[in-house]
């Protein structure tokens, strides 16, 4: 596993790897360097899941207060981020506070005096215990304030004596609130229930702040840190491709951002960048499956059933399925669930819905599982198909951009674009040709300002489809496209060149099936000869995505017709499979209103769903 | 007065009178959760000077009176009203009767014979100290004792009501010792249940003066959040802050955490009344957040009886769907359609979520209507009932 601890990095990389989490980690610090004497200490609890970057903040926290003289000179710091177990009590939490501001102290008079008291301790009445660490605290503490970083504060109350946990955690607030002086940063894995209990002495006690999943591009400045802080050239520079990009697309589908598991996926993914993503998904998962299965292992057999079950079904399932086919009744199925569901291993899909559907809520847990039943099954297909799907979808968005912005910027900015898109000159003198006759005054395209603001490209498509498209098949386009993947050129950028994409929208609308089924059976065969039957079924996405989202306009017949063309031409072949699911399910679920349609997907899988067919379907 | 803390900001004007009433009698302090008594009681906490002298004490996990004595003797030390050596009266009367002066013998099982001996010289001893007014703040009082009676100990939880009770009597005349009881569960149903369950005949408070803690008024919540986006870098304009203090219904707990919630957003956009809004929504509503009035719920499942409770679900149902205030006859009409009630019985309850503070009255043309006190409040049990 990449090695990558956030308890023993050197800090000013931690700092700089803190993606994501900055303007929290400033917020904290701030909370701390601002609050004044006068005022109430700040309390704070993070809530983030395993892998968040909850000890890479807290180790950030430390290093910046520890370097600020002015706070430490009125604060010390009881840095507690090792494994805190045996934590039974609010005594056993007051005696690994004294260790850890003993552990982490540079003071020997300090470390000494501790070492004396406890030891006095030892000798007085059980009774006295805890009133007597409190006043060691406090004495030691000499008007200072403390600190205290804590991790897992969930366990720590969960690890406490149910019949004593209020009395505990009440001798714990009252000694804050007492002495205004004790001031937490913790964090915990999961909401903690009995936080919203009215009646827990802690209720309201902290100000919560929940982690969110890192976003896309926060995954891919993440990953691109680590490659630039390894000078790792080589890789950063396929990040930048779209092929690297569609590969960190799916990694980040798959991880939903979670730093710990970005990382376990770096590590394969910079010794093999060039392998299939399958190859190194695969090997990410078996490094994740001790991980996974060490988590499992805190729950209890009933709750572990149930994830087996879920984990084995791809799909969401109906809570009544859950109590059938694991054998448990209709409370303590419910009763399990909802346990489940606030620890975070699963997810109801249908929020409002009657009958509630549930899932493994990190699809890596579940695919740990999955691929433990089938090595080559569908997922390894469905990964390979994610990465060339992003990575098609990024050069088709690329190849738009810039030949739009070639043609419409002022000089000079135009020049720049022109050169950017040069891979594109063919399409880039038709264009052109048609624009130098006119055509252009009538597109009534506004001018565009930013490189960021990018023009809504299926509406600029689908303006130009017919003429363009019409433009295209007179110049033969489809022979063109054939020998050049003979040829063996890139058969995605001959696709875009040549705008095969509209021309086949322009023969699905003009009722030309047969051209359609034509056309792509000859671009099977020569794909399979060509081995490049991954690109053609990745490019064949995009057009099943783009029929379906503008469904609208095709007859719901010419649709039909479309579906079992692609079936009779690409059944069986398993390259084809991912695409001509999303069809079926995109044809049913928007067509025939089968509205349960979209419950056959995985969670990964409705998610490209809804990103590529621009909709988000209702649950 | 000496000016008081400064990052504690606002309720000048409820300590104010506090100080006034303080000044005659002692108090009795409620609120429901979140309204921020706790930062009063801190504000009075920080007046020390030679008018006043005050200790904040927070007593929740006390469990019995001997303890209870021991953690005030403490206290008075630790928060400097006295010196150890400034317990003459104590030191006096251990040293003839127990022929010690140690204090650890307060940590003896033996103590419990003398509690009430040694917290009456206590204050005796304090008393002597000081002339002016000598306020000791009780936080979670009702609670400690209510723990008391939890352990079995009831005995002892009157004892110290009544102790507590000669101790004010004896001081309040001649000198300016005070306490303020303070507490989330109200002192009248600790009492309450103390008389019923136990036949317990006292009154220990019923020469305090109930002061109940509400939300802010609009200037301090302004000011509250002016202070607070200064502190935490958020920028805000003059119009913003008043909408965001009202946004949190005026709420000091809310007002803190949402101010928060803005800063960690870390919005690539201006601040705006619509993302001021959201950020409520997200903290009153999102995922795992729902629980933030839950003590409002447990409320009303607590301390009111079956049939009252449906009629105050049907009640604070209807009034969380609405946006103008509902006039009694029309929440009689509409409570009656789907509860068989009496209208006194409507009425009690409606007067019953008055004092409790969840709703609100008005006369408007002549009708008396009713609306949720905070739009936090109804936004909650809307998305949670409704």
Redesign the interface.
């Known amino acids: 596993m990449y090695l990558f601890n956030a308890k023993i990095e050197d800090p000013e990389k931690l700092e700089q790897m803190l993606v994501g989490r900055e303007?929290?980690v400033n917020?904290l610090v701030?909370?701390q360097l601002?609050?004044?004497k006068?005022?109430?200490p700040p309390q704070f609890l993070v809530?983030g899941p395993r892998g968040s970057g909850k000890t890479h903040m807290l180790r950030v926290i430390y290093e910046r207060l520890l370097r600020n003289g002015d706070y430490i000179a009125m604060h010390d710091i009881a840095y507690m981020v090792e494994d805190e177990t045996g934590i039974g009590s609010y005594f056993d939490l007051l005696q690994r506070i004294l260790e850890a501001i003993k552990r982490w102290s540079n003071d020997a008079q300090k470390t000494n005096y501790i070492i004396e008291q406890i030891d006095k301790l030892k000798d007085t009445?059980p009774?006295?215990w805890t009133r007597s660490t409190e006043n060691i605290l406090?004495s030691l503490l000499n008007n200072k304030s403390l600190l205290i970083l804590i991790e897992n504060f969930d366990a720590i109350m969960r690890g406490m004596d149910k019949k004593y946990a209020v009395?505990e955690l009440?001798?714990l607030?009252?000694f804050i609130?007492?002495h205004?002086q004790l001031s937490f940063i913790a964090t915990s894995q999961s909401?903690i229930h009995s936080l919203?209990?009215?009646?827990n002495?802690l209720?309201?006690f902290f100000?919560?702040?929940?982690l969110k999943r890192l976003t896309l591009e926060e995954s891919f400045d993440y990953i691109k840190k680590i490659a630039l802080s390894e000078n790792n050239e080589e890789l950063v520079q396929f990040l930048e491709t779209p092929d690297g990009k569609g590969h960190l697309e799916a990694i980040h589908q798959f991880t939903k951002g979670n730093h710990r598991l970005l990382l376990v996926f770096f590590d394969f993914l910079r010794a093999e960048f060039r392998s299939n993503l399958s190859d190194i998904f695969l090997k990410s998962i078996d490094e994740l499956k001790p991980y996974y299965d060490s988590f499992l292992k805190s729950l209890s057999p009933q709750q572990q059933k149930i994830v087996q079950y879920l984990s084995l079904q791809r799909n969401p399932q109906k809570g009544a399925d859950i109590g059938r086919n694991c054998f448990l009744d209709k409370s303590t199925v419910s009763k399990q669930l909802s346990e489940l569901q606030r620890l975070g291993f699963i997810n109801p899909v249908n929020e409002k819905g009657r009958d509630k559907y549930y899932e493994i809520s990190e699809p890596l847990l579940r695919l740990c599982v999955e691929i433990g039943e089938d090595r080559n099954g569908i997922i390894k297909l469905f990964v390979n198909f994610l990465g060339q799907l992003y990575s098609k979808e990024l050069l088709r968005a690329k190849f738009l951009y810039y030949n739009y912005m070639g043609q419409y910027q002022p000089e000079p900015v135009r020049k720049l674009y022109q050169e950017e898109a040069e891979i594109y000159s063919f399409v880039k003198s038709q264009y052109l040709n048609l624009w130098m006759a006119g055509e252009a005054e009538n597109s009534g395209f506004n001018m565009v300002g930013e490189p960021s603001e990018i023009i809504n490209l299926d509406q600029e498509r689908s303006y130009q489809n017919q003429e363009l498209s019409k433009f295209w098949l007179l110049n033969n386009a489809f022979d063109i496209l054939f020998k050049a993947i003979e040829n063996k050129s890139k058969i995605e950028i001959e696709w875009y060149k040549l705008g095969i994409e509209d021309a086949l929208m322009v023969l699905v609308n003009y009722k030309k099936e047969d051209m359609v089924k034509d056309i792509f059976n000859k671009l099977l065969t020569t794909c399979r000869a060509n081995n490049e039957l991954e690109q053609l079924s990745a490019l064949f996405s995009i057009v099943v995505f783009r029929i379906i989202r503008e469904r609208k306009d095709i007859k719901p017949l010419r649709l039909e017709l479309t579906g079992q063309i692609f079936e009779d031409l690409f059944t069986g072949i398993p390259e084809f499979s991912c695409p001509l699911r999303y069809f079926d399910i995109g044809f049913r679920y928007f067509v025939k209103a089968e509205k349960e349609a979209i419950y056959e997907m995985s969670q990964e899988e409705r998610k490209i769903f809804e990103n590529f067919t621009n909709t988000e379907a209702k649950y | 007065m000496k000016a008081i803390g400064t990052d504690i900001i606002g309720r000048e004007k409820e300590i104010g009178e506090l100080l006034s009433i303080l000044d005659q009698t002692s108090v009795i302090m409620s609120s429901t959760r979140r309204m921020g008594k706790t930062m009063i009681l801190t504000k009075i906490g920080e007046i020390q000077d030679l008018n006043v002298k005050s200790m904040l004490c927070f007593v929740e996990s006390i469990q019995s009176a001997e303890e209870f004595v021991d953690f005030l003797r403490e206290n008075l030390i630790q928060q400097k009203l006295i010196q150890e050596n400034g317990f003459k009266s104590l030191f006096n009367w251990m040293n003839t009767n127990l022929g010690s002066k140690d204090v650890g013998f307060f940590k003896t099982p033996d103590f419990s014979k003398h509690w009430k001996k040694a917290l009456n010289l206590m204050m005796d001893d304090l008393v002597e100290k000081h002339a002016g007014l000598i306020i000791l703040m009780l936080d979670e009082f009702p609670k400690m004792l209510w723990t008391m009676i939890q352990n079995g100990n009831h005995q002892q939880a009157t004892e110290v009501l009544d102790e507590l009770r000669h101790i004010r009597e004896r001081y309040e005349k001649r000198s300016k010792l005070r306490f303020i009881y303070c507490g989330s569960i109200g002192m009248n149903l600790v009492i309450n249940h103390l008389i019923k369950r136990f036949k317990y005949n006292g009154a220990p408070t019923n020469n305090m003066h109930q002061y109940i803690v509400t939300e802010m008024n609009p200037t301090d919540a302004t000011q509250l959040v002016k202070h607070l986006t200064k502190k935490h870098g958020v920028v805000i304009d003059d119009v913003l802050e008043t909408y965001l203090a009202n946004a949190c219904s005026y709420l000091p707990f809310f007002i803190d955490r949402i101010i928060i919630q803005i800063k960690i957003s870390n919005l690539v956009f201006p601040i705006s009344a619509s993302s001021i809004d959201e950020t409520v929504d997200e903290f009153l509503l999102g995922r795992g957040n729902n629980s933030q009035f839950n003590h409002f719920t447990e409320r009303i499942d607590t301390y009111y009886d079956t049939e009252e409770k449906r009629i105050a679900h049907e009640l604070l149902r209807l009034l969380s769907k609405t946006n103008v205030p509902l006039s009694s006859e029309a929440l009689l009409n509409h409570v009656k359609i789907k509860i068989v009630a009496e209208d006194f019985e409507i009425m009690k309850i409606l007067s019953d979520l008055f004092e409790d503070m969840y709703v609100d009255k008005s006369v408007i043309d002549d009708s008396t209507c009713y609306q949720f006190r905070f739009v936090l409040l109804k936004k909650w049990w809307k998305s949670k009932y409704a």
């Not at chain 1, 919203?196 to 009646?199: G, L, V, Y």
């Not at chain 1, 100000?207 to 929940?210: H, K, P, T, V, W």
């Open positions: 303007q929290i917020v701030e909370a601002k609050h004044s006068n005022g109430l809530v009445q009774k006295e406090i009395m009440s001798r607030r009252d609130q007492q205004n909401l919203s209990d009215n009646q002495p209720y309201g100000n919560i702040i929940q």
